[in-house]
């Protein structure tokens, strides 16, 4: 069992930057995949980064690819979310995610096995 927790997220203005930060309970956090998704108003869940249980690879969706980076610290069992020129279609409700199988980079929602209550990220115009 893996308890997630989101923070960091707030208002900011456009072309500013964030960093989300995910704390994770249990003793495993090193054995999980991670992953950062985000849900606007009105849309469905997308897949916005995912780190692998080294840190040693990392993937992204092509709309935050150059401008996110995803980290972890596994001796802080914490994933981060390093968001740098924000845009205000960025503005979304954040959650970080933990999947079980090492063996893949996931960016299906559904195939996750733990999630955060996820934190809001507004970014103004």
């Known amino acids: 069992q893996v308890q997630l927790v989101e923070s960091g997220g707030g208002l900011v203005q456009a072309g500013g930057s964030l960093r989300l930060s995910c704390a994770a309970s249990?003793?495993?956090?090193?054995?999980?995949?991670m992953g950062w998704f985000r849900q606007a108003p009105g849309k469905e869940r997308e897949f916005v980064a995912a780190?692998?249980?080294?840190?040693?690879?990392?993937y992204y969706a092509d709309s935050v690819k150059g401008r996110f980076t995803i980290s972890r610290d596994n001796a802080k069992n914490t994933v981060y979310l390093q968001m740098n020129s924000l845009k205000p279609e960025d503005t979304a409700v954040y959650y970080c995610?933990?999947?079980?199988?090492?063996?893949?980079?996931?960016?299906?929602?559904?195939?996750?096995?733990?999630w955060g209550q996820g934190t809001q990220v507004p970014v103004s115009s």
């Open positions: 995610a933990a999947d079980s199988d090492q063996a893949r980079l996931e960016t299906r929602a559904h195939e996750y096995d733990y």
């Open positions: 249990g003793r495993t956090f090193s054995s999980y995949t």
């Open positions: 780190i692998s249980w080294s840190g040693r690879t990392t």
